[in-house]
């Protein structure tokens, strides 16, 4: 039955709709053999809503992970859950809390479960970065002995980059400017560490700049 008394009854069990969040009343009752019906018993069905999940990036920007290192990769459900992993299909032993490291290019996928036993999932594709490849060249400058400026160049310049200009394997002092260019006096073996937007970190090859010698004063 619908309702607690009156309407039409069904011997078949009704099933419910779960389109609508919510508690419904079903009512059923026993007859007996011999056609007495006895009082309806309440049963309560309540639909309860489906979890929903988000991954985000932890600490970074973008799902992006650097090279020989991971990116943590965070889920956020909209209420108290459960967690699993995947890597593609691949179920990922014991990754049941709400962050994963991944170092690998694939798609992750995370499913949550509700305590009601209902299912949410979200999924991210995750890859290495490669924009932190930078070289110098050319890879000798010369500079005359008695007074010249060498303008060394690091590519690539990409906007928010930062670059830590290295001299004889010291870092440079001042450390400004911390741009892709520099202009420099002395000889010695240059490098840059670079550090893109994501955190990951890379050297640059080593450059020599060589003094030109200062030509003998001449005899007249």
Known sequence: YTSL??????STAPTPSTATLGTTNYYVSQTSSVGCEGPRATIAVTVQPLPTVSISPKGVPGFYYCIGKTVTLKATASTTVTYQWYRETTL??????DTLAAGT???FKVVVTSVYG????ASVFVQQDTTTLPTMTPTENYICENGGVALLNC???YTGFIFDWIKDG???IPSTPKSNTRNVTLPGIYKVTVTNNYGCINTTNDVAVIYYPTPIKPSI
């Open 170 to 172: 010291v870092s440079m």
């Open 155 to 157: 590519h690539p310049g």
């Open 5 to 10: 008394v009156g309407g039409t009854g069904s």
């Open 118 to 121: 209902c299912k949410g999932e």
């Open 105 to 107: 290019t694939n798609n």
């Open 92 to 97: 990922l032993s014991g990754s049941t809390f």
